[in-house]
Structures are given as C-alpha cells and as structure tokens.
C-alpha cells in the first residue's frame, strides 16, 4: 500500500498510460448469479483487450458483493495497476480492506458536511482531475 497526497497525484498518475475509472454498486452483488458473473466476466475480457494498465475507483472497500470483486480480479489476473481515492479519516478501513494488494492510495482531504452520495462525486471528480480523464 502506498499513500500519495492529492497534490502530488497528477504528476505520479502522468506516467500511466492506459487508465479506466470504474464505477459500481458497493453491495448487494451476487457474482454467483449467471448474469452477474457473466457481466464481470465481460468486464474483465474489456479490460485485457483494451491493454489496461491501471483501474481507478473512489476508494471502496473490497467486498465480495461488490463491484470491487472484480477490480480485485483484475488486479489478480492482469496485473492492472490499482488507484484508489479515499478520504483521509477512512484510511484505517481501506488499508485493513485491501492488505496484501499492491494499492496507489490517494488522500483526498476530508470534505465538510455533505450529503451521503456527494461524497463519491467529491472523490470521484478529484480522481477525473488528478488523472487527467
């Protein structure tokens, strides 16, 4: 796991060539289930034909009912980079979540007050900016 502060973010990021921000549900995922296993596998095919080289994501938590089931998978069966953007007081939570992956965690300053989904739409566009998307 490597910490990189916001500021410092576009200048590493520049490096990477091929980037896909990812974006889905945090929960609730049967990967199980025929059609949800199918999509995750069309995902990763999508992934290794367009030559990836690294996935950036709003720093979920790695959950096995969610979308970052198959960043994991990415991550394990391409060797895609992994870019989280999280906010600095959920470091703890993410770090635990995600140990024994090779992580760019950005820090994103802890926002004020906020309502529930503006605070993925604050990491997100902080993810846009710092990658250059």
């Not at 590493?12 to 999509?39: C, I, M, P, Q, Y």
Request: one cysteine or more; aromatic letters at 10%.
């Amino acid at each position: 796991m490597e910490w990189l502060a916001l500021d410092n973010a576009p200048l590493r990021l520049s490096k990477l060539k091929r980037v896909v921000h990812l974006k889905g549900f945090a929960s609730n995922l049967d990967f199980e289930d025929a059609e949800t296993a199918a999509a995750a596998r069309s995902v990763l095919r999508w992934l290794r034909a367009a030559a990836v080289d690294a996935i950036v994501w709003d720093g979920d938590d790695l959950d096995s009912s969610s979308f970052t089931h198959v960043v994991d998978a990415a991550y394990r069966g391409l060797g895609v980079a992994l870019v989280a953007f999280k906010y600095s007081g959920d470091k703890a939570t993410f770090e635990k979540s995600w140990d024994g992956r090779r992580v760019l965690c950005v820090l994103v300053d802890d926002p004020p007050v906020l309502q529930t989904g503006d605070r993925h739409v604050r990491l997100g566009v902080s993810a846009l900016y710092a990658t250059r998307a």
